[in-house]
């Protein structure tokens, strides 16, 4: 069964063309990259999925809901990391969390409980009591991760989530979130414009000016060569 599916979306700014008839759809528990360089309009298709634009034609349908005309029932099913943080670097970990959660309806015992479990499927539970603007930018990631678990959604949305971390850091994000649709059977969509944040294992989709080049997984996709050379080739970028 499809967790996310997208048909035929377009999208313009003004004579822009940011999506031209973008279509994909991912399966229950798997781990999609959206690789693609810059400005091919990875954000505007997020911006699609969230609900902060609106499409003027195509569909989009989130855990079986689709996003025109259920829309709330489709939002409540995602969970959302954007490449800007969003976190109040004031208030602790934890207290951004509580906040996420009251938003939810999700107060006492079940919002500390699920919380918690966030936290330690992060590793951020020993910092819970910490302030944001303390912390490295992994792990204010993690707990941007963490936050939009608490939820329970079937989907999850991440915009670029590793951009400005060092090698390590990408590498640990990277690893927490495959782990997260291998334990949860939770739906990914992961943007990206670095090829070895994919694994070969992964569901690929290939974006550039606004078309889809390839849907499949990356193995198939790349067939005999590294995934970074056919990538390169696909969009025009082998020197």
Same mark, same amino acid.
């Given at each position: 069964?499809?967790?996310?599916?997208?048909?035929?979306?377009?999208?313009?700014?003004?004579?822009?063309?940011?999506?031209?008839?973008?279509?994909?759809?991912?399966?229950?528990?798997?781990?999609?990259?959206?690789?693609?360089?810059?400005?091919?309009?990875?954000?505007?298709?997020?911006?699609?999925?969230?609900?902060?634009?609106?499409?003027?034609?195509?569909?989009?349908?989130?855990?079986?809901?689709?996003?025109?005309?259920?829309?709330?029932?489709?939002?409540?099913?995602?969970?959302?990391?954007?490449?800007?943080?969003?976190? !109040?670097?004031?208030?602790?970990?934890?207290?951004?969390?509580?906040?996420?959660?009251?938003?939810?309806?999700?107060?006492?015992?079940?919002?500390?409980?699920?919380?918690?479990?966030?936290?330690?499927?992060?590793?951020?539970?020993?910092?819970?009591?910490?302030?944001?603007?303390?912390?490295?930018?992994?792990?204010?990631?993690?707990?941007?991760?963490?936050?939009?678990?608490?939820?329970?959604?079937?989907?999850?949305?991440?915009?670029?989530?590793?951009?400005?971390?060092?090698?390590?850091?990408?590498?640990?994000?990277?690893?927490?979130?495959?782990?997260?649709?291998?334990?949860?059977?939770?739906?990914?969509?992961?943007?990206?414009?670095?090829? !070895?944040?994919?694994?070969?294992?992964?569901?690929?989709?290939?974006?550039?000016?606004?078309?889809?080049?390839?849907?499949?997984?990356?193995?198939?996709?790349?067939?005999?060569?590294?995934?970074?050379?056919?990538?390169?080739?696909?969009?025009?970028?082998?020197?």
């Amino acid at each position: 069964m499809s967790a996310l599916r997208v048909s035929d979306l377009h999208y313009r700014y003004g004579s822009k063309v940011a999506l031209d008839g973008v279509g994909f759809s991912i399966d229950e528990g798997r781990f999609c990259a959206l690789l693609g360089p810059n400005g091919a309009g990875k954000s505007t298709l997020f911006s699609l999925l969230a609900g902060l634009l609106a499409a003027p034609e195509g569909g989009i349908a989130i855990a079986g809901h689709d996003m025109r005309t259920q829309p709330k029932a489709a939002l409540a099913r995602m969970g959302v990391v954007f490449q800007q943080t969003t976190l !109040d670097l004031d208030l602790t970990v934890a207290q951004n969390l509580r906040y996420f959660a009251a938003l939810h309806g999700l107060t006492g015992r079940t919002a500390a409980s699920r919380i918690d479990e966030a936290l330690d499927r992060l590793d951020m539970l020993e910092r819970a009591s910490e302030k944001v603007r303390a912390l490295n930018g992994g792990h204010r990631r993690r707990t941007e991760i963490a936050r939009a678990l608490l939820h329970r959604p079937a989907v999850m949305l991440l915009d670029e989530p590793t951009v400005g971390l060092d090698a390590p850091a990408r590498a640990a994000i990277t690893n927490h979130v495959h782990d997260l649709c291998d334990d949860t059977q939770m739906t990914v969509l992961w943007a990206t414009h670095l090829t !070895d944040e994919v694994r070969l294992t992964d569901e690929l989709v290939i974006l550039h000016k606004g078309k889809v080049l390839a849907s499949d997984t990356a193995h198939r996709i790349a067939g005999d060569r590294p995934l970074q050379a056919a990538f390169l080739e696909m969009v025009g970028e082998t020197g």
